[in-house]
């Protein structure tokens, strides 16, 4: 159940910086969209599930390797907005009335507190849930499945909407990029994941590769020089790409796509309404 003891416990984490008055909400709606952003950059948040991530953590997410973006998720950072998705979804259904923050208090209640009392009670998923169901008084069985059970894209959007909160995705979909991760290794640019369906994953550029030159320009060791470099092609350009592949120097033809790097922000809704005002100061003020 990491999926709740870590992920809830991220949720908060920044929650109540905000509301102790040690963040502001533009700041904290930053912090959600540097945690979506993150969540969606690979794939493995639609091919692995929260509740799966927290079953595996010890054999996957502790001994992740170069393809881990593409097949695993964190259950720290999509359990956190798991959480965020709970949290709006209670208050929606109770006008306000009860949030996660009940659910927490009625968690400790019931199971927390008996270890203090040196009587410990454990919890499973389906205890868990029907907390969820009495304090929200809806039947969640649908929310699990998909979100905690399954990999269905969590439709933040919508549930922003409510609370007077806009979510937009700002990347520049027309604008080439390799879809790789990089390391500086001394004098070496050095591939450490590979995107799924970008640019480097066609080419057949692979984790551990040294970036050498594109179209003859050296790479910096740093890496920095790549976006430079591409910003002179556009999309279905073919670009020759030089790598050390172990000691054999490689040359490597790729057809430049768009990056798939997500850039979502979050802002305060123009014009929303006074029952949007209303829902999102309980939210963020508590």
Wanted: with cysteine.
């Amino acid at each position: 159940m990491l999926w709740l003891f870590e992920g809830f416990t991220s949720y908060f984490d920044d929650l109540v910086l905000l509301r102790s008055g040690l963040i502001d909400v533009s700041t904290y709606l930053r912090l959600i969209a540097k945690t979506i952003n993150g969540v969606m950059r690979g794939k493995g948040h639609l091919r692995q599930s929260i509740s799966d991530a927290g079953f595996d953590a010890w054999t996957k997410y502790y001994r992740q390797d170069e393809n881990s973006p593409n097949a695993l998720v964190s259950y720290y950072t999509k359990g956190s907005l798991v959480a965020l998705l709970l949290d709006l979804t209670l208050r929606k259904a109770t006008g306000n009335a009860r949030s996660l923050d009940d659910v927490m208090r009625l968690l400790w209640q019931r199971f927390g507190r008996s270890f203090d009392e040196g009587q410990p009670v454990g919890m499973t998923d389906a205890e868990a849930k029907r907390v969820l169901e009495e304090i929200s008084g809806t039947d969640l069985s649908d929310f699990f499945n998909r979100y905690i059970y399954g990999t269905t894209i969590l439709p933040l959007r919508e549930a922003f909407a409510d609370f007077g909160v806009t979510m937009k995705n700002t990347a520049d979909g027309g604008k080439p990029g390799l879809d790789i991760r990089i390391r500086q290794q001394g004098n070496d640019c050095v591939v450490t994941h590979v995107y799924e369906n970008g640019t480097a994953h066609y080419a057949g550029i692979s984790a551990g590769d040294v970036l050498l030159a594109i179209d003859g320009l050296r790479v910096s060791a740093d890496g920095k020089s790549i976006a430079q470099q591409l910003s002179r092609y556009a999309l279905g350009d073919a670009v020759d790409i030089h790598v050390f592949r172990r000691d054999e120097l490689m040359k490597l033809t790729a057809i430049l796509v768009s990056e798939e790097a997500p850039a979502y922000t979050l802002t305060l809704t123009e014009n929303a309404t006074d029952a949007m005002k209303t829902a999102r100061q309980s939210w963020l003020g508590g």
